[in-house]
């Protein structure tokens, strides 16, 4: 049975990983009387499962190992045909659908984008948990494939402090390469990252329960900010019991999407030191500080403007929606907190969709569940600049910070320059796409930026009026699914892919 396991390819453990996964909604789903979807989802885990396994029985001979240039191409083609197995039972369960909506909402969860197709009143508790679960999933298995794939090809944000050289093929990776294959990379790093992941959703949802929010809520919401996906059971934040404190235990583990160094290395007591050495945890402190603080300014011109200076209690809301708010969209959640409607009044903006599409473009850290540029390699650009405006004035002057600081102001700014440049023409081809579509600029805009950072609530709260996916055309759809998988990829690993010097060894 272990060398069995042992065997298998990875589309085939990804295939028994969906089986397994539907066994759960459809135990809440009977535990909640919703027997129904409970019967869907059971059904469906056990075809898959039998699917899988026969598949698996007939591949064990004559296999050859499996390469990390193998698993990136694995990875792409997992997200394109793995929302269909998600699909079929969701399908069966909300019925009165299309299975276009279906697929386009698992492609949405499985690369954590979080676009809300459906209206959470329509879907039943075990559907709810569904969709939150294959979030969570994609997620561990971003953590994964991450440090066990792309690292080793200087892929994924890894090359911005690589020792690659920018020009010439891709150095694909050195003793870590030559340590272990790729599937046992995968295996080992799955046994270290899947115990780490899964607790601190586990820690998250009892402390979301013990402030007073219900337990499917508290599972869906903790699974959801540690895939950074979005996804929420409620329609809003506003109104749910445990209010700011349910927002700040939220908060707190945010950090993760900010920083693989907040849970790559353990959690000793060197962890703050190393956090706060963290070149992506300081400029994201750094956001975190200033736009908040703008924002408030702005609130409390306006508060002058109006004889509400005294209001304390709304300035200090106005403050917090504004802190929470900047934080998941800088880690592309896209939750918005309940005071983010105070703060909008309090500051005369009632549409601020340019901050949070510059928060997302900005992203979270490196090998993290978040999406966007990146943190590093906006910090590399930022570095890259400071050191030519300083050379204007002292053309000769010679820069420290080491071998490392070197690297990153020159050739990893070098390739974050263009990462950030093929970020922007994709962005304007998803653009041209979906106005063929039909859709006007800055709907398309907005969708665009939405899907290509997986960040799907944007659409909610970024242009003048909210924007319904399940409303948008087949075509629209489609190319967004195509928006988001690129987004979660990311185009330097696609380019990556077509490049011949990549397969040579």
Request: proline share 4%; aromatic share 10%; charged share 10%.
């Amino acid at each position: 049975m272990r060398a069995y396991l042992t065997n298998l390819p990875l589309p085939i453990v990804l295939l028994f990983a969906a089986g397994f996964a539907m066994f759960v909604p459809a135990v809440v789903g009977s535990a909640m009387n919703v027997h129904q979807t409970a019967r869907v989802f059971l059904y469906a885990g056990i075809l898959v499962l039998i699917i899988a396994a026969l598949i698996g029985f007939a591949m064990q001979t004559g296999r050859s190992e499996g390469t990390a240039r193998t698993h990136l191409v694995t990875l792409l083609l997992a997200y394109l045909w793995l929302p269909l197995i998600l699909a079929i039972p969701m399908d069966e369960a909300v019925g009165n659908t299309r299975f276009i909506n279906v697929y386009f909402d698992m492609v949405s969860a499985m690369t954590t984008t979080g676009a809300q197709v459906f209206e959470a009143a329509r879907l039943d508790p075990a559907i709810q948990l569904w969709r939150g679960l294959v979030g969570w999933l994609g997620g561990l298995m971003i953590w994964i494939t991450a440090v066990a794939v792309l690292a080793p090809l200087n892929l994924g944000g890894y090359e911005v402090t690589s020792e690659a050289h920018v020009q010439g093929q891709v150095v694909a990776g050195g003793a870590q390469m030559r340590a272990a294959s790729a599937s046992e990379r995968l295996r080992h790093n799955t046994l270290r990252l899947a115990p780490i992941y899964g607790g601190l959703t586990l820690l998250l949802a009892l402390l979301l329960m013990g402030s007073g929010v219900p337990p499917l809520v508290a599972s869906i919401h903790a699974m959801s900010t540690l895939a950074t996906s979005g996804i929420s059971p409620l329609e809003s934040f506003k109104g749910q019991p445990a209010g700011i404190l349910g927002e700040a235990l939220i908060f707190v583990f945010f950090i993760f999407a900010l920083s693989r160094r907040s849970f790559a290395s353990g959690f000793g007591p060197d962890l703050p030191m190393r956090l706060a050495k963290d070149r992506e945890i300081r400029i994201a402190i750094f956001a975190v500080v200033v736009l908040p603080t703008l924002l408030f300014a702005r609130h409390w011109l306006g508060a002058l403007e109006v004889n509400e200076l005294s209001d304390g209690v709304a300035a200090l809301n106005a403050l917090w929606g504004s802190i929470f708010t900047v934080m998941s969209f800088l880690t592309t959640t896209g939750f918005v907190s309940e005071s983010w409607a105070d703060a909008r009044n309090w500051s005369g903006l009632p549409t601020p969709g340019l901050v949070l599409i510059g928060l997302v473009l900005m992203g979270g850290g490196v090998a993290t569940t978040a999406g966007g540029v990146k943190l590093l390699r906006v910090y590399a650009l930022y570095k890259h600049g400071v050191r030519e405006m300083g050379k204007l004035t002292h053309p000769h002057s010679v820069a420290g910070a080491g071998r490392l600081g070197r690297r990153i102001r020159r050739e990893g700014a070098y390739i974050a320059w263009i990462f950030f440049m093929l970020f922007v023409l994709s962005m304007a081809a998803t653009m041209i796409a979906l106005s063929l579509a039909g859709l006007n600029f800055q709907r398309s805009m907005v969708l665009a930026i939405a899907a290509l950072t997986t960040t799907g609530p944007l659409a909610q709260v970024a242009a003048e009026s909210p924007i319904s996916y399940f409303l948008l055309t087949d075509a629209a759809k489609l190319i967004l699914a195509a928006a988001m998988i690129i987004g979660r990829m990311e185009t330097l690993v696609l380019i990556a892919l077509f490049n011949p010097a990549f397969w040579r060894n």
